[in-house]
Nanobody, 116 residues
């Protein structure tokens, strides 16, 4: 299984970014897809996830600013981030759980930096 994340970068406070993650390499159907983030010295935290039925869940810190979506035909998950704040600065990781009985898989991470 391979997860390729993209879309990170440097953005000013109040700006927007869209992260994408493409999943490939499994013959199984995808269950949940999500995004996590991590800053140095802190635990990786859940940002948002979306189930195969389209149900979503968000961290309180991003509710109303971030939107997760998925394209099942393309095995992709997206994170639209708006009204970005400096505290959103982190490495963002996509996470994909297949119906294969194995643990969920992680992408390589993409850096998001919010700074003026």
């Amino acid at each position: 299984v391979h997860l390729q994340a993209s879309g990170g970068g440097l953005v000013q406070p109040g700006g927007s970014l869209r992260l994408s993650c493409a999943a490939s390499g499994s013959r199984f159907e995808i269950n949940a897809m999500g995004w996590y983030r991590q800053v140095p010295g802190k635990r990786r935290e859940l940002v948002a996830y979306i189930t195969n039925g389209g149900n979503t869940n968000y961290a309180d810190s991003v509710k109303g600013r971030f939107t997760i979506s998925r394209d099942n035909a393309k095995n992709m998950v997206y994170l639209q981030m708006s009204s970005l704040k400096p505290e959103d600065t982190a490495v963002y990781y996509c996470n994909v759980d297949y119906f294969d009985g194995a643990d969920a898989y992680w992408g390589q991470g993409t850096q998001v930096t919010v700074s003026s």
